[in-house]
């Protein structure tokens, strides 16, 4: 099993910044990638972005460029956020991918809003 517990959200103005955090505990020695996911309202969930075990990391387009993913040995996995928008607005999910099978944090609530 694999626990994720994310922190970090909140309102920002339009041109702000946040930066998202996603404790990773548990069985974390075979986990092959982390990723962060969103959900806006009414849309089905989307990736934003993730890393592999092995560091390549990959971002959506409309994200590229002003998200930055990070993670240090799968312990905890980070993502900053700049130049947000209001279509950035969505509940932010964390990612785990262990054999094959998908582990999901709880989820945190980014608002971009004047």
């Known amino acids: 099993q694999v626990s994720l517990v994310e922190s970090g959200g909140g309102l920002v103005q339009p041109g702000g910044s946040l930066r998202l955090s996603c404790e990773v505990s548990g069985m974390i020695f075979s986990i092959s990638a982390l990723g962060w996911y969103r959900q806006a309202p009414g849309k089905e969930r989307e990736l934003v972005a993730f890393?592999?075990?092995?560091?390549?990391k990959k971002y959506a387009d409309n994200v590229n460029g002003r998200f930055t993913i990070s993670s240090n040995n799968a312990k905890n996995l980070n993502l900053q956020m700049d130049r947000l928008t209001p279509d950035d607005t969505a509940v932010y999910y964390c990612?785990?991918?262990?054999?094959?099978?998908?582990?999901w944090g709880q989820g945190t609530r980014v608002t971009v809003a004047s």
């Open positions: 890393i592999t075990s092995g560091g390549y």
């Open positions: 990612n785990a991918l262990r054999d094959g099978i998908d582990y």
